[in-house]
């Protein structure tokens, strides 16, 4: 059966067409949707219906930078903390189910995220979590890192929140893996961000920040020319401030802030 992912790269342009004026895709350019694409399921409370929103991009990673975004803001909007960039490690792990049949379900007022999938699973859990273990094949590999680091990193960061992630076997064929932070007690404030929890950036990576919220959005290329460095160089820094959850991609593959990239720069002047 033809997955979401085949679906993506089967109507992948042959030549990359410049972006359209102002910004935006060109006429020609459609979103793969249908009932294959990935959806979120948002469970205001366990006795209503759930709110479910399809995502649907027209390449992998604009599926990817989506689905992690969309992710991200109805768990916010829910109340949860789980951070970006745990959302996006898990997100971008969906490539090796070739992003079928995936749900991402938001539970707990953000506390609780599920990420389903019906592809080939997960046979050895523990394993999937110790760096340098991955089945990232060369077609995977243009599009995510393919290293073994994406799960390991994603469990550390919520070990240090007192979160905690897990992997089970879907129903039929596939894996469920489950995010959850801890529960807040009933009037116990907010804990303090400690220095541990704030990113260390260079002073380039402060300048890159500073420039998309002059511009609101950049990509490589802008960034490049602004701050008088490499389009290599450039497009690292921006995929590292992703990966620290400070910026994400918006579907030109410019860059914009997060929330979490606004309070910091707001907390650095």
């Known amino acids: ?45 366990l006795t209503s219906p759930p709110r479910v929103v399809s995502v649907a991009e027209r390449d992998v990673p604009a599926l990817i930078g989506s689905l992690a975004e969309k992710t991200y803001h109805y768990c916010r909007e829910q109340g949860g903390q789980v951070p970006y960039a745990v959302i ?17 379900t938001i539970l707990d007022g953000g506390r609780l995220v599920r990420v389903s999938d019906h592809g080939p699973g997960v046979p050895d859990k523990e394993r999937a979590f110790q760096p340098g273990f991955t089945t990232a094949g060369p077609e995977q590999r243009l599009h995510i890192r393919g290293v073994g680091s994406g799960l390991p990193i994603a469990r550390e960061s919520l070990a240090f929140l007192r979160g905690a992630i897990t992997v089970e076997d879907n129903l039929g064929s596939g894996a469920v893996f489950t995010i959850r932070m801890p529960q807040q007690a009933a009037g116990e404030p907010a804990p303090e961000p400690t220095a541990a929890a704030v990113p260390k950036l260079t002073t380039r990576q402060k300048k890159v920040l500073v420039l998309l919220m002059e511009l609101n959005a950049a990509g490589p290329s802008a960034v490049a020319r602004e701050l008088h460095v490499s389009p290599a160089t450039a ?24 929330e979490d990239g606004i309070s910091l720069l707001e907390s650095l002047f």
Do not use: W
């Open 88 to 104: 996006n490690e898990v997100v971008e792990n969906l490539i090796h189910a070739c992003f079928r049949d995936v749900v991402v």
């Open 1 to 45: 059966m033809e997955s979401f992912l085949d679906r993506l790269l089967a109507d992948r342009p042959a030549t990359v067409e410049p972006p359209a004026p102002g910004g935006g895709r060109d006429a020609g350019a459609a979103d793969v949707d249908g009932p294959a694409a990935p959806r979120i399921a948002i469970y205001d409370t």
């Open 235 to 258: 497009h690292r820094e921006l995929h590292l401030l992703q990966k620290m959850g400070l910026v994400h991609s918006l579907r030109d593959g410019k860059r914009a802030l997060t």
